[in-house]
């Protein structure tokens, strides 16, 4: 809920003027899809459209925004119930992350109080006995 999702930097995109996303994806470049791509006349990049909600939520996905401030936004903005949009964004996020359109930045805790480690146990005659 604290993480941040970031868009990839390899993803272009532009908003027409229904308010549709469309995402330019570059095809990978690795050796079966480059024979793939020639052997059946294949197009280098793929194109997705979003819809108006998804447009919406993947204008957040900026870095600046947390899920928890992309879910009260979209409460908002589509008179949504907290559970409803908790569910719908949950899925959206999950399905552009597994698909490598957004990753997740991951806030490091500041007020985490420093614990020691535990000193490495000491070999023992044999090496594999050791004192408890």
């Avoid at 899925?91 to 535990?118: D, H, W």
Wanted: contains cysteine; aromatic residues 10%.
């Amino acid at each position: 809920m604290k993480s941040f999702p970031v868009r990839n930097q390899l993803i272009t995109w532009e908003v027409d003027d229904k308010g549709e996303a469309s995402l330019v994806i570059p095809q990978k470049d690795k050796l079966w899809t480059r024979l793939a791509s020639k052997l059946f006349m294949l197009p280098n990049k793929r194109v997705i459209v979003l819809d108006s909600i998804g447009t919406y939520v993947w204008q957040m996905c900026d870095g600046k925004h947390t899920i928890s401030q992309i879910i009260k936004s979209v409460q908002n903005q589509y008179q949504l119930t907290r559970k409803e949009a908790e569910t719908s964004l949950f899925t959206y996020m999950q399905q552009l992350g597994k698909r490598n359109f957004i990753g997740f930045a991951i806030p490091q805790q500041q007020n985490t109080p420093a614990v020691p480690e535990p000193e490495p146990a000491k070999p023992g005659f044999f090496g594999f006995l050791q004192k408890r």
